[in-house]
């Protein structure tokens, strides 16, 4: 199986502008989360998707925005980008089981740059 | 915030020794995962431990986890030069779907 895809792999910005991340989950992977990791917060949870809906946020205002579609395919958009958005965001599928047991397997990473 | 506190922050050994590196938490949790990545790109799975588990293996790596103490190990033997990467612990809890908190990670240099 091929593993989870994110594009862009780099991204330049400038501040005020707003940018979209994709990412594509293992095949059968109806789980998709969203994770950002910068050198002074480390990884930090976005938020999760589950069959289209948004399942879990964490503490990110409300920029930060995303979606999922039919085939599981996920987008995260942050808009009016500020510096400290710079980072590497990370994308991790799941199967989505219901007994949150299960192994989340992550993409390569978008690496964000805000000027 | 973070969870987990990784212990110690660097590690530097020489191949062949073994590399030790601890996880504590904060909270009751489901289960407890430790991953590796690569000079900032995706994170790689390495092992699950689940909360009613003790100690768990996979090939060179050993973990245990102490739920008393709301700590985790995670042993590499006998360590190579392409061990070399940052370790993290991540832990999920309660009925929180997958949302995994991350601890600041061990960075491990294997020097050849």
């Known amino acids: 199986k091929a593993g989870v895809t994110q594009t862009p792999r780099y991204l330049i910005k400038t501040r005020g502008q707003q940018v979209t991340l994709s990412c594509s989950p293992i095949s059968g992977h109806r789980s998709v989360s969203w994770y950002q990791q910068t050198p002074g917060q480390g990884l930090q949870f976005l938020f999760e998707y589950f069959s289209e809906t948004q399942r879990n946020k964490g503490n990110f205002p409300g920029r930060f925005s995303g979606r999922q579609f039919s085939n599981s395919r996920s987008e995260m958009n942050v808009s009016t980008l500020e510096l400290g958005d710079s980072a590497l965001y990370l994308c991790?599928?799941?199967?989505?089981?219901?007994?949150?047991?299960?192994?989340?397997?992550f993409g390569p990473g978008t690496r964000l740059l805000v000027l | 915030s973070q969870q987990g506190e990784e212990d110690p922050q660097a590690l530097s050994i020489q191949e062949g020794e073994n590399a030790t590196m601890n996880c504590s938490y904060k909270t009751s949790i489901n289960n407890l995962q430790w991953y590796r990545q690569n000079s900032g790109r995706g994170l790689v799975h390495l092992i699950l431990?689940?909360?009613?588990?003790r100690e768990k293996h996979s090939g060179r790596l050993r973990v245990t986890l102490d739920t008393s103490k709301k700590s985790s190990s995670l042993l590499i033997t006998a360590s190579r030069a392409a061990d070399t990467a940052s370790y993290f612990c991540?832990?999920?809890?309660?009925?929180?779907?997958?949302?995994?908190?991350f601890g600041g990670g061990t960075r491990v240099l294997v020097k050849p």
């Open positions: 431990i689940r909360s009613n588990e």
């Open positions: 991790a599928s799941s199967l989505g089981q219901q007994n949150y047991q299960e192994t989340q397997y």
């Open positions: 991540a832990t999920a809890r309660g009925a929180a779907g997958n949302k995994l908190t």
